[in-house]
């Protein structure tokens, strides 16, 4: 059951994380006139689409990490102290305070990406940049210590 949940965390963890920062680059580095390449279509998505799919994507993949919270610190952390892995350790000690703080975020997220076009914009930049830098935060941590533990070890 473990192993279902922690995919399904990672799962949502991804979506949010190419939802977040394909917002943050629509938000932030809107594609210019002329033809499009690539990377401009890339920051050509209308950002506010994306604004409850996030809310709802954050709040279920910190749900998930929090019923699968108690299994890490019984199985992982334990064994990262043995081996005095401190800084691991201190590294998902601020995953999960980030993680709070964007959570407490979320209304004002949620509400400025709601504003009519051209209302709140410069809140828009900064909420989506902060929650997309906790989103890979998150993620990058997440990764670096399963690969520590091993994944089913």
Same mark, same amino acid.
Do not use: D, W
């Given at each position: 059951m473990i192993t279902v949940l922690l995919i399904l965390h990672? @799962?949502?963890a991804v979506f949010m #994380?190419?939802?977040?920062?394909?917002?943050?680059?629509s938000a932030w580095w809107p594609p210019g006139p002329g033809p499009r390449? #690539?990377?401009?279509?890339?920051?050509? !998505?209308? +950002?506010?689409?994306? =604004?409850?799919t996030i809310v709802v994507l954050y709040v279920v993949t910190? =749900?998930? +990490?929090?019923i699968l919270y108690p299994t890490y610190r019984l199985a992982v952390r334990v !064994? @990262?102290?043995d081996l005095r892995f401190s800084a691991a350790n201190g590294i998902f000690e601020?995953?999960?305070?980030? !993680?709070? #703080? +964007? @959570? +407490?975020?979320?209304p004002a997220y949620w509400y400025y990406w709601k504003r009519p076009p051209g209302e709140g914009v410069?809140?828009?930049r900064v909420l989506t940049l902060i929650l997309a830098l906790i989103v890979w935060w998150a993620f990058l941590v997440g990764h670096v210590l399963n690969n520590i533990r091993g994944f089913g070890s």
């Open positions: 990672a @799962l949502c #994380l190419g939802a977040l920062t394909h917002q943050a680059m390449s #690539l990377f401009q279509s890339f920051r050509a !998505v209308r +950002g506010a689409a994306y =604004t409850n910190a =749900t998930l +990490g929090s !064994v @990262l102290e601020l995953k999960e305070h980030f !993680v709070a #703080l +964007g @959570l +407490g975020m979320l410069a809140a828009q």
